[in-house]
């Protein structure tokens, strides 16, 4: 464990904005105190709408964009630490937390940033990881696939007919889809489906034009498919 060294930074976009592909030499918390968050890495693409936080481990290549206008508040962390994950991971922001994130991203003397580091870091260790993450495929027949489906998860080809679009068998589309994103074409459709659920809800939409706008035949089902991902319903997650 080395000695650990904090920086910061606030800045709001625009909607649309993309920040292009780069990388960091030092850990990120990446947090939006408004605005939606869809952030890209070689494998996977996260949603991270208000409540939550991403975390991006240094040296990651990534990018942003943002869904409406975004009130970003960043912490960067050099060194290294038992509580820090190798991997990125989307978590629930408590209070204490994002007070602690934002306070820290709007700049803190070198007294108060001791004692918000001390917090910060018992934060993390006690973080509860939330399923914001679309997983992405290597092969790059595959990921013509996601990504289609990011575009538009509710029409569009049949598993089959996109079998014979890359020149594969069903069977052997099934089989790759599972080994490459560790989810099966349906559960990674549907997962695709509610975070664009959650970027639609997060932007003011109701529940019921937001079932309709993912795909989703009744209020009632697309709220059951919202609690099994979510651990809990569209009306308690932004409460």
Same mark, same amino acid.
């Given at each position: 464990?080395?000695?650990?060294?904090?920086?910061?930074? !606030?800045? $709001?976009?625009?909607?649309?904005? #993309?920040?292009? *592909?780069?990388?960091?030499?030092?850990?990120? +918390?990446?947090? @939006?105190?408004?605005?939606?968050?869809?952030?890209?890495?070689?494998?996977?693409?996260?949603?991270?709408?208000?409540?939550?936080?991403?975390?991006?481990?240094?040296?990651?290549?990534?990018?942003?964009?943002?869904?409406?206008?975004?009130?970003?508040?960043?912490?960067?962390?050099?060194?290294?630490?038992?509580?820090?994950?190798?991997?990125?991971?989307?978590?629930?922001?408590?209070?204490?937390?994002?007070?602690?994130?934002?306070?820290?991203?709007?700049?803190?003397?070198?007294?108060?940033?001791?004692?918000?580091?001390?917090?910060?870091?018992?934060?993390?260790? !006690?973080? $509860?990881?939330?399923?914001?993450? #679309?997983?992405? *495929?290597?092969?790059?027949?595959?990921?013509? +696939?996601?990504? @289609?489906?990011?575009?538009?998860?509710?029409?569009?080809?049949?598993?089959?007919?996109?079998?014979?679009?890359?020149?594969?068998?069903?069977?052997?589309?099934?089989?790759?889809?599972?080994?490459?994103?560790?989810?099966?074409?349906?559960?990674?459709?549907?997962?695709?489906?509610?975070?664009?659920?959650?970027?639609?809800?997060?932007?003011?939409?109701?529940?019921?034009?937001?079932?309709?706008?993912?795909?989703?035949?009744?209020?009632?089902?697309?709220?059951?498919?919202?609690?099994?991902?979510?651990?809990?319903?569209?009306?308690?997650?932004?409460?």
């Amino acid at each position: 464990m080395t000695k650990l060294c904090f920086d910061w930074l !606030a800045e $709001d976009y625009a909607n649309a904005f #993309l920040i292009e *592909p780069h990388q960091h030499d030092a850990h990120q +918390i990446v947090h @939006a105190v408004s605005g939606i968050m869809r952030v890209s890495t070689d494998d996977g693409v996260w949603i991270v709408p208000p409540g939550r936080a991403l975390w991006m481990p240094e040296a990651r290549v990534h990018a942003i964009k943002c869904i409406g206008p975004v009130e970003m508040r960043t912490v960067y962390i050099h060194g290294t630490h038992a509580a820090f994950p190798d991997r990125c991971a989307a978590w629930s922001v408590t209070p204490l937390m994002r007070e602690i994130i934002v306070r820290m991203s709007n700049g803190a003397g070198s007294g108060m940033l001791e004692h918000l580091s001390a917090l910060l870091l018992d934060e993390i260790d !006690a973080r $509860d990881v939330t399923r914001l993450r #679309l997983p992405q *495929p290597k092969d790059q027949r595959l990921a013509r +696939i996601c990504d @289609a489906l990011i575009a538009d998860s509710t029409r569009g080809p049949t598993l089959g007919e996109w079998a014979k679009r890359i020149g594969m068998s069903e069977r052997s589309l099934i089989a790759h889809f599972k080994a490459e994103t560790g989810l099966t074409f349906r559960e990674w459709r549907r997962q695709a489906r509610m975070l664009r659920g959650l970027e639609l809800l997060s932007q003011g939409l109701d529940v019921t034009s937001t079932a309709f706008e993912v795909g989703y035949a009744s209020t009632s089902a697309f709220v059951e498919a919202f609690r099994l991902t979510f651990g809990t319903t569209p009306s308690r997650h932004f409460t």
